[in-house]
């Protein structure tokens, strides 16, 4: 094939910028686009092979976790197998003698059974009447019994309720100080609305039981009828905190 003369260095193309073969078209202007598209092929292909590149190294990377998947169920299972594996129970020898029964679980005849200890104290007595029919067989016309049977229960005794208590303090005058001063009552928190037995409660279960302090809130309301936020917990806590240390000083102060 014969390779075309180039053109004179000053030739000018008539069709540049209309082309009749191109239907009108500039043939800078198509020239441009057909370099513009030669160098976004060559910019596809790269960023193409780059694409499959990291495809292959996913694809390895894919066998090789499941390679080690396999691997550790592997070693899972037989951990578990090894486990969890039945016990045998070795065989017991036969006796040569005649044949001996097994003895029966529990004490052994004739001990005396475990009870619950009585109480000392019976607080209350209630008379049941004989029943009018049998709790087993709902027999009618049963014949009354002289002997009494007794069956002792023990259970706890709660009373949903406060026990406010007013002080009434005899005042007196200090010279030195210059104004009045009462003394502390029995029992009694000076300036404090709560009494020390709920405010011992609720840090027994705030401390020793970990109940939240909402929840004790919620108990006080609920069982007591006492209401405080649960804030006043973290109170009650500093107030013990403050007494016992002002009591440990007041115990090495030498009189």
Partial sequence: MSRRPAPPEDFVCPYR?????????????????????????????????????????????????????????ARLRALHRGQFKGRRVPAAPEPEGPSVQPRKRGAPVGHPPWRRPRPSRIDQIVAVPAPKRCPHCQQAGLRPVAQIHE????DIVLEPRTWATCYAHEQAHCPQCGRDVFAAGPGELPGSYIGPAAKATAIYLRYELNVPVRKISRFFADFFGLT???????????????RANAGRLASRVPR
């Fill in 151 to 154: 069956h002792v229960q023990e």
């Fill in 17 to 73: 910028h209309g082309c009749p073969h191109l239907e009108g078209l500039s043939a800078e202007w198509v020239w441009g686009g057909y370099q513009e598209r030669a160098l976004l092929e060559c910019q596809y292909e790269s960023q193409l092979e780059e694409l499959n590149g990291q495809l292959d190294q996913a694809g390895r990377r894919i066998r090789e976790l499941e390679r080690e998947n396999e691997q550790l169920k």
């Fill in 228 to 242: 405080f936020v649960p804030a006043s917990s973290y109170g009650f806590e500093r107030q013990a905190v403050r």
